[in-house]
Structure formats: structure tokens, C-alpha cells
């Protein structure tokens, strides 16, 4: 009797140890290809993608090994269509559709089964619920892509995620497609690798060239008399002295004729000037937004700690002081230490 008593706890214990994989369980395979469905009828929208990648997570708890294998390799193949479509479209864009959803799922850990002898696998960085994508994007930049993209002014921050996210799903598909043996039979699996592998190339070109433009230490550096910046019309002064206004290049003029066009819709204009250029330039291009009609002229610059937001300094037109508080040797930077030690926070400067 005890000796029947062992071998009964024994199977007890043996039957724990072993997965038995029940017949006719599907493990979620239904579920998935519902949400595949789902998916392909709402037009393959970025929107569409999120929900297809939360239905997926919902689901990863029933998964077995194959059938989690097969989720991954659908929902990172799925994602091209979202990026396809956002193709074109300026990096601002692309990223309110594409951060929480397509970037989300590729700064996630794969689709694995549960396994309770190893616990929670790595669910890498995604975005929390109700994150916002400008919110979800400044996050991985000052932490899990601290590396790529802490040191970018927020404005450019998305083409450097943007660029790790596509070569992140670019080297998951490869290795999904590599670990599916049917997939080799099926040209259009080594199809998507390529195309996944050219986005990639793509990305990192558009950040890399933008990189030499987006440094924090292009603006000067916010002091005391700083304040909120707000939208307006934007004029970049080049290291060169060439003028972009909102990035089109016109011909520097002291009659502003050339901002005279963007005067009708504000009567303030936005300058980008690096803070080593001299102060007299500054004051030239202030006289020049004046003739064109504009009231003031906001300075930019940058707090100087991360995220960099952007402060501005307020320069009046149409109006001169008998003694400007700069030297015609004296950079825009120093011009505005000046202006620190003697304005309150968005005090009105006059040159």
C-alpha cells in the first residue's frame, strides 16, 4: 500500500513537470487570425495596428511556442503597411501615428509563449496607456535610447527613434523569417525582409544628415530673462549668414522685403540664430523684421538641460536705445547674459 501510495505522488509530480499539449487546442490560433482579419479590413491604418498589437498581447497568455512564433512574425511583417503609408509625410507626423503604435511594438520584447519556469520575459520600452506620442518619444530618449537621441532637440528627437524602431523590426523580421521553416518556400517572407532592410537604410540616412542641424548647442542657452516660446513665423540665420523663413530660403535684405510675405499672418517673428554669431548681425536682422512690419522679434533659445525645451528673449522694433547693451565684438550669446542681469523673465528688450 505505500509502495502504491509513492508511485501515485510520484505521477502526481511527473504530471506537473510535463506540458502536456491537450489535442484539439488551438492555443489562440483562432484569436490571432480574427485579429489578422480585423486588421486588414480597417485599411491597415496606423490606427488599426495598435489594436491589432493590443488584441495580440491580450491573447500571448493562451500562445504556445508556435503559435507565438507565427504572432510575431505577422504582427512585425504587418507593421509595413502603417509605415508605407506615413511615407512622405514630415517627421511630426509620422510620429503622432506611428509612436504608439508601430515604434511601441518595435521597442517591445517579441510574442513568446508564457513559460512559468522562467517568469516574465523583457517587455522592453513601450508606450504606457494614454501616453502621448510627443510624451512617449522625449521618454525613450532620456532613458532606453539615451544613447541615440538624448542629446537632439526635441523638435527632431522622432527621426532617431524613428531610425532604431525600423532597424529594430528589420532584425526581428530577418530572425523570424529565418527560425519559419515554411517560410522559405514562400519568396514573399524574404520580400518583406528587404523591404524592412531599405526602410532601415532609409531611416538612418534622414537622421543622420539632420544630426549636424539638431544639437542643443545651436541655440544659445536660456538665462533669466527667458520666456515661453510660442508659434510664429521662423527665420534661421545660417552659420553663413544665409536666411531660411520656414525653411525656404530667401535673400538676406535690411529693407525686409523678403519677410514682408510671412508679416501678414503675425506680428512676431521667430529667429534661429547660433549663439556664437555677433550681436550686430542680430541687430541688422531686428531692424530688417521692423521695416517688414513686424512689432517684435523673438530670440530662441534653450534651457540647458534635457529635454532643451525652447525660451525666448522679446527684442522690440522700430526703436533704438542711445546706448545698446552690446559691442559691435560681442556674440549673441553674451548679448544675452546682458539682457539676464538687467530684464525680468520676458521683459521687453530694446536694442
Not at 500500500?1 to 511527473?14: E, Y
Not at 492555443?27 to 490571432?32: F, P, S, T
Request: charged share 20%; glycine share 8%; aromatic share 6%.
Amino acid at each position: 500500500m505505500r509502495a502504491l501510495l509513492i508511485v501515485i505522488l510520484c505521477a502526481g509530480c511527473a504530471k506537473d513537470e510535463i506540458d502536456v499539449h491537450t489535442p484539439g487546442t488551438d492555443y489562440n490560433r483562432k484569436g490571432l487570425l480574427a485579429a489578422i482579419d480585423r486588421y486588414n479590413a480597417a485599411g491597415r491604418t496606423p490606427e488599426a495596428y495598435g489594436k491589432l498589437a493590443a488584441e495580440l498581447e491580450s491573447l500571448r497568455s493562451g500562445m504556445d511556442e508556435t503559435v507565438a512564433d507565427e504572432a510575431e512574425l505577422q504582427l512585425i511583417v504587418l507593421a509595413q503597411s502603417p509605415v508605407e503609408q506615413m511615407r512622405g509625410l514630415p517627421p511630426s507626423t509620422r510620429a503622432q501615428k506611428l509612436a504608439t503604435t508601430v515604434w511601441s511594438v518595435a521597442m517591445s520584447g517579441p510574442v513568446t509563449a508564457p513559460d512559468p519556469a522562467l517568469g516574465p520575459g523583457d517587455p522592453g520600452t513601450p508606450a504606457h496607456a494614454g501616453e502621448t506620442p510627443d510624451a512617449y518619444v522625449q521618454r525613450l530618449c532620456g532613458g532606453a535610447l539615451a544613447i541615440e537621441c538624448m542629446f537632439v532637440i526635441p523638435e527632431a528627437q522622432p527621426l532617431f527613434v524613428e531610425s532604431v524602431a525600423t532597424r529594430r523590426l528589420a532584425r526581428r523580421t530577418k530572425h523570424a523569417v529565418e527560425e519559419c521553416e515554411p517560410c522559405s518556400s514562400d519568396p514573399g517572407w524574404s520580400t518583406a525582409v528587404s523591404k524592412w532592410e531599405a526602410l532601415e537604410i532609409e531611416t538612418h540616412a534622414q537622421a543622420s544628415a539632420a544630426l549636424q542641424n539638431v544639437t542643443p548647442d545651436r541655440w544659445p542657452v536660456a538665462g533669466h530673462a527667458a520666456t515661453d516660446w510660442t508659434p510664429a513665423p521662423s527665420l534661421d540665420i545660417a552659420d553663413d549668414g544665409e536666411w531660411q523663413l520656414d525653411g525656404a530660403a530667401v535673400m538676406p535684405d535690411a529693407r525686409g522685403t523678403n519677410l514682408a510675405k510671412a508679416r501678414a499672418s503675425s506680428e512676431i517673428l521667430n529667429v534661429q540664430v547660433a549663439p556664437g554669431v555677433r550681436a550686430d548681425v542680430l541687430a541688422a536682422l531686428i531692424d530688417a523684421a521692423g521695416a517688414a512690419g513686424f512689432r517684435e522679434v523673438h530670440v530662441e533659445s534653450r534651457l540647458a538641460v534635457y529635454p532643451w525645451m525652447l525660451r525666448v528673449y522679446r527684442f522690440a522694433t522700430g526703436s533704438r536705445g542711445k546706448k545698446p547693451p552690446w559691442r559691435a565684438v560681442d556674440t549673441v550669446q553674451v548679448l544675452l547674459r546682458q539682457i539676464d542681469t538687467r530684464n525680468e523673465p520676458g521683459g521687453l528688450v530694446h536694442l
